[in-house]
């Protein structure tokens, strides 16, 4: 399991765990409720590359980052740890 503090958003972590470069688990702390069971649901079985592709870059009310665009982030960080 890899935590990451998210940074600049309403939630405030994600917890990832990956096999290899899947994601097996998601789960967030934080932020709007329906949206972070949503997003999981979604992205569980996925690749990283393509959580990037999908999510990164998403802003959020004026902000320069979302939920999902943190997770992408996550995501390549937990993958490089692991190596």
Do not use: W
Not at 51 to 66: A, D, F, H, M, Q
Request: hydrophobic share 30%; net charge neutral.
């Amino acid at each position: 399991m890899y935590t990451y503090q998210t940074k600049g958003t309403c939630s405030k972590q994600i917890d990832i765990e990956l096999d290899g470069n899947i994601i097996k688990h998601v789960k967030f702390y934080g932020g709007c409720d329906g949206n972070l069971q949503a997003i999981p649901k979604l992205v569980e079985g996925m690749t990283i590359d393509e959580v990037e592709k999908r999510l990164s870059g998403i802003s959020c009310n004026g902000r320069p980052t979302s939920c999902g665009d943190q997770l992408a982030r996550a995501c390549r960080e937990a993958y490089e740890a692991s190596k």
